[in-house]
Every structure is written in C-alpha cells, then in structure tokens.
C-alpha cells in the first residue's frame, strides 16, 4: 500500500518542480517569438527591399557577346549574399568545367544550410510551444484538482488560471514562429531559385569562353 502511494506522490512531486521551468520556457519562448519577428521586419526592410533583379533580362546581359560578367552581377540587382556567391564563381577562371560546376555546388548548398538554419529556430519554437503549453496547462491542475475536493475553490480558480495562461502563451508563441516559418521558407526558396538559375547561366558562360 504505501509502495503504490509513493510512486503517485514522487510523479506529483515531480510535477511540482516542473511548473516553474515550464513557465520559464514559456516566457522565454515569447520573446524568442517578439525577437524573431522584429528580425523578420528587420529582413524584410533592409534585405528583401533591396531584391531588384529581373532574371530573364540579367540571363540576356550575361549571355551578351563580350558581357562583362563581374560588373553585370555587381549591376544585377540581386541580393547581397547571392552577387559574394556568384562573383566567388567567376573568380575561378583557370578551372575546368567539372570543378567550376562542384565549385558552384558547394556555393549553393552553403548558401541553403545558411537558410535551413535561419529558419530552424522558428520551426523549432513552432513545435516545443504547444509541447510546454500542454504541460503548463496539466500540471496546475493535479494541485486544482486536490483542491477542488476540499472545497478550495480559490486554489482551484488560480490552478485553472495558470493553466489557461500557459496554454495561450505557448500557442502566441507556436502560431508567430509558424507563420515566421512559412514567410522565410517563401522568401528563401525563391532566393534559392533565383540564385540557381543566374548561377547556370554564369557556368554556361564561363565554360563556352574555354571551348
């Protein structure tokens, strides 16, 4: 009798010392979310704004007799990080086709790691928020629920109020990383493609001036 009283006590204990972590979590993963949108804002503003590029006209100009590749890109109107990777590309004249198309590769895939990690975070906290908001919700009520069976009633209303709190914060949090999560996953596979297309037309290029 008294082994299958202690397990259920050492499971409320446990319990207990997890509130205020669960809080903690919560409250840190609320301003995660704040801090990861005024970052998007922020993108949106100094980097998004300054996408420019018209992609069939820019294949034209690079594809011009006599084009002068580096000053076309540097012109091109695409975005900061995309004209470092495709004047990397154009810096390796003396390469043959082969390492200069495993050269753009790499300048590719090195450039999508930097979004898939960009936006990780966000979809993390899109995940673990309703996880620590279903705990915040749980635990306050095995305490509500002791108290609601001594006619307690104000630990019964502050249990549930804690309860409905963390619920609500961990879904603010949740909903914002998601929706931060679809708009860049937007913007960074149509940065991809736009990085992809102009970067084979560099190759092209480059590798007809060697036949």
Same mark, same amino acid.
């Given at each position: 009798?008294? $082994?299958?009283? !202690?397990?259920? +006590? ?17 409250? /840190? ?7 990861? /949108? ?16 018209? /992609?069939?006209? /820019? ?39 082969? $390492? ?14 930097r979004y898939e +990690? ?23 009520? !095995?305490? !509500? ?51 992809e297309m102009v $970067? ?6 480059? +590798?007809?001036?060697?036949?």
């Amino acid at each position: 009798m008294r $082994m299958s009283e !202690g397990l259920p +006590n050492a499971l409320r204990a446990v319990a207990a010392a997890l509130e205020t972590p669960v809080i903690l979590a919560l409250l /840190l993963f609320m301003a995660a979310a704040v801090f990861l /949108l005024g970052s998007l804002i922020a993108e949106l503003f100094t980097e998004r704004r300054r996408l420019r590029a018209k /992609l069939p006209e /820019l294949a034209d100009k690079l594809r011009a007799p006599e084009a002068d590749i580096p000053a076309v890109i540097a012109d091109s109107g695409l975005l900061r990080r995309q004209r470092a990777a495709l004047t990397e590309l154009t810096r390796h004249a003396s390469l043959t086709p082969p $390492m200069r198309e495993a050269l753009a590769m790499r300048l590719v895939q090195a450039e999508r790691a930097r979004y898939e +990690n960009i936006t990780r975070v966000s979809d993390l906290l899109a995940k673990l928020g309703p996880m620590f908001g279903l705990l915040g919700t749980l635990i306050p009520l !095995g305490p !509500g629920i002791i108290a609601l069976g001594r006619g307690d009633t104000y630990t019964l209303s502050l249990s549930l109020l804690t309860a409905f709190d963390t619920t609500i914060a961990g879904l603010i949090a949740a909903a914002a990383a998601f929706v931060i999560s679809a708009v860049r996953k937007k913007w960074y596979s149509g940065y991809m493609q736009s990085l992809e297309m102009v $970067m084979t037309c560099v190759l092209e290029v480059e +590798n007809e001036k060697q036949v």
